[in-house]
């Protein structure tokens, strides 16, 4: 039988309640220091509850909280999708060769540090949308880790699975599907889990911009705007757990698809 | 226990002699291959040349770097001679080709592939005209050949070197190539291992009735003699010649245990160390 506790688990879990009591401390401190402007962990777990009563309420004058966290992760999906069915082909030509690599890197190495804000307002011309302005604006970031990974993966394709496919006159599909795409698939995975995290870092930033929904418009309106510290507390916490979940989803798919070389 | 399945020299001196005259299996002709790096020419190989007789068994032998994979490459098509041409089965060597079988040092497995795919996918590549059926068949033949036919699922991560070799050995079987191109094939094998796969090679050479032209690329003194007909020693890079060609005139099936003690042996043995090596005790370094 397979042991669930072992004394390495038993102990990082209390390393891990040691951390968030140390975290709560803190917490605690701040609030005293600047007299309750900033709510205790105790006010913000009060608010926590009232902010989850009903979270799939969705009339037209108010929406619960899970609704604007789907509507946040449904933006982010599309835009992010698009992201990557874009990234990964562009990053397995710009790989490809010296001469593809020499031609793309230049562009992105201008765009990739290019601020997500400042997509913003050009998504909003080409779109005349703000919902769709925010789903370009992850679009745009969250393309290019992705891109440099994939392209980073088929660079580095060992000289010795290429030369299997050189003697075996492997066709060019053949080299595809069964050397380049397994060989760059973990890269891939790898870059997908850094442009999950872009993008959920991003949705926030396009939803206070564009307004009207999710969980960046909850934290602008409801919580700055409402005059309640405590609700962007809340908000922070969720959109910090839902991103480490985002992020546990691609990086249990990067140790499925790992290969012992 | 293997060793005994090598068939007897006689059956195979009447298939010789069926043969018409003697045919050329790989011809080099004045090869010479240039390298352009960052700080110059570099020539590897300059100016050999070399025939091999068709079921010939001939081992390149020198030191690390003296260009002996160089010119295997040559022969399998993946390097281009800079100058002078190969030819195997009478054709010019352009690029890789189903009639030349390459086994190469790492092994080169897909990693991501089990032991039965990396053999299919070549064998799918390389014999485009089969059937899938024949082609299973096979893959089925030759991995049983060697025997790993209850290992077909695994991935090479699983095995072990000597087993990886014998996959990557016989993926190159598998293609049924007239020319086969080993190059330091049991470098990375321990000596128990090295052995065990010299006799193997030797039995899947016999089972095709010696009609196979095998090249070995090596710097093991031991493997040459055991496994080859003749034995070329390459002079030290750059721009590597060939510095001499010894006949290796020993009888098979070849015992690997009695073979040591052999006078003929023994006299090329110390005949290609003195062309190898020129310090042979601490009293030789000056």
């Given at each position: ?261 | ?26 011809e080099i002709n004045n090869v010479t ?12 190989v300059k100016e050999i040349s070399l ?30 001679p800079t100058s002078g041409e190969v ?200």
């Open positions: 039988m397979k042991k669930i506790f072992s004394v390495n688990t038993l102990l990082s879990a209390l390393y891990f309640i040691g951390g968030l009591a140390l975290m709560g401390g803190i917490w605690e401190l701040i609030a005293a220091i600047t007299k309750h402007e900033i709510p205790t962990p105790a006010m913000t777990w009060d608010v926590f509850k009232e902010v989850m009563q009903n979270p799939m309420q969705n009339d037209p004058d108010y929406k619960g909280i899970g609704v604007k966290l789907l509507s946040s992760l449904s933006r982010v999906g599309i835009g992010f999708g698009f992201g990557s069915l874009i990234a990964i082909p562009i990053g397995l030509i710009m790989g490809s060769s010296k001469i593809t690599m020499n031609i793309i890197n230049p562009m992105v190495q201008i765009l990739r540090p290019v601020s997500p804000l400042a997509w913003f307002p050009l998504g909003l011309a080409i779109f005349q949308d703000s919902p769709q302005a925010s789903i370009f604006m992850i679009f745009i970031c969250s393309l290019w880790p992705t891109l440099i990974n994939t392209a980073f993966g088929v660079s580095h394709i060992p000289q010795d699975h290429k030369n299997v496919g050189k003697a075996f006159g492997f066709s060019r599909w053949k080299y595809i599907t069964k050397i380049v795409l397994p060989y760059t698939f973990p890269h891939i995975l790898t870059g997908l889990r850094l442009s999950i995290g872009v993008a959920w870092m991003v949705i926030v930033a396009g939803e206070m911009l564009s307004g009207g929904m999710g969980l960046g418009y909850f934290v602008w309106e409801e919580g700055f705007n409402g005059g309640s510290v405590a609700k962007i507390l809340v908000a922070i916490i969720i959109i910090g757990i839902v991103g480490l979940l985002l992020d546990r989803i691609f990086m249990t798919l990067q140790k499925r698809f790992s290969f012992a070389g | 226990m293997t060793t005994t399945l090598e068939l007897s020299p006689r059956v195979v001196e009447i298939n010789a002699a069926a043969e018409p005259a003697e045919q050329k299996s790989i291959v240039s390298f352009k790096t960052p700080t110059g020419v570099y020539t590897a025939e091999v007789k068709k079921g010939e068994i001939i081992a390149l032998i020198g030191h690390s770097g003296c260009g002996k994979s160089t010119l295997m490459g040559t022969i399998s098509g993946m390097v281009q030819k195997a089965n009478g054709n010019v060597v352009t690029k890789p080709g189903p009639d030349r079988g390459i086994v190469f040092q790492n092994y080169s497995l897909l990693p991501w592939l089990s032991v039965y795919s990396n053999i299919y996918e070549a064998v799918d590549a390389a014999l485009k005209d089969k059937t899938a059926a024949e082609k299973k068949a096979l893959v089925e033949k030759n991995l049983k050949m060697v025997n790993l036919w209850s290992h077909k699922d695994k991935l090479p991560g699983q095995l072990s070197g000597g087993m990886k070799q014998r996959v990557a050995i016989a993926r190159a079987f598998a293609i049924n190539p007239s020319i086969l191109l080993l190059d330091e094939p049991f470098g990375a094998l321990d000596a128990l291992t090295k052995s065990n796969m010299h006799v193997e090679l030797l039995k899947l050479w016999n089972l095709d009735n010696r009609e196979k032209t095998i090249v070995i690329v090596t710097h093991d003194v031991e493997e040459a003699i055991f496994l080859s007909d003749r034995v070329v020693v390459m002079n030290n890079g750059p721009a590597a010649t060939i510095k001499e060609i010894v006949d290796v005139p020993l009888p098979r099936p070849r015992n690997k245990k009695e073979i040591v003690h052999d006078e003929c042996y023994m006299a090329i043995h110390d005949k290609l160390l003195s062309l190898l090596i020129d310090k042979f005790s601490i009293n030789d370094i000056h």
